[in-house]
């Protein structure tokens, strides 16, 4: 054996050159995966759902907010509303059975880019604090309770998530988030809401103007 190894250096020698090149590959592609997780972590968005209710000397309202948390920008792609599960064209059963004499402010949420640290609030419902009782405010709050924002939002890399119900670093990862025709805070600015259903819901993004 020990004869083989001293007649046979130059393939020793190159099976050796042969180890370190495959150690060095793994290295690279190690450092390689290492840096882009580093990249994607440098901008992972965390968007927080969150309803709110606010009662003043002059004033009661209630409303939704977005924020986002994480640390890149979040590319919202598409927002969906959900009462008890089932895709909703809009909030227009929900105001019907609100006290009478409020007044509306809405923001759309689709194509827009959430910094780090910012917020929105895509809609707001106030009254005068004369028009509203205590236990109507309640009840109107409670009644969100059944409803659900879905927003499908994605990172500068393009990677996606959705929101669940239980929001923020929860997110559920998808694939990609296929644009929305309609944003459904949107809608709130509309006369007439246009239906949505679960088969018209989204559309191809070379499709959306």
Not at 57 to 74: C, D, H, K, R, W
Not at 131 to 151: G, H
Request: proline share 6%.
């Amino acid at each position: 054996m020990w004869r083989w190894f001293t007649h046979n250096h130059q393939t020793l020698t190159g099976i050796g050159a042969m180890l370190v090149g495959i150690a060095a590959l793994f290295v690279a592609w190690d450092q390689g995966r290492v840096m882009r997780a580093q990249q994607h972590g440098a901008v992972y968005p965390v968007l927080q759902v969150d309803g709110f209710v606010s009662t003043m000397p002059n004033e009661a309202s209630l409303g939704i907010t977005i924020a986002n948390n994480g640390v890149g920008p979040a590319l919202i792609r598409r927002v969906s509303l959900y009462r008890d599960g089932e895709l909703q064209p809009g909030l227009d059963s929900y105001r019907a059975q609100l006290p009478e004499g409020y007044n509306l402010s809405w923001a759309g949420l689709t194509g827009r880019a959430l910094a780090p640290n910012e917020s929105v609030t895509p809609i707001q419902i106030r009254w005068a604090r004369t028009d509203i009782t205590q236990s109507e405010l309640y009840e109107a709050a409670t009644s969100w309770d059944a409803w659900e924002v879905r927003v499908c939002y994605c990172s500068v890399f393009d990677r996606c998530w959705e929101t669940t119900p239980a929001g923020g670093a929860l997110a559920r990862r998808v694939h990609q988030c296929e644009v929305g025709a309609e944003d459904a805070f949107e809608q709130l600015g509309a006369a007439t809401p246009t239906p949505i259903s679960p088969e018209t819901a989204t559309l191809r993004p070379e499709d959306a103007q």
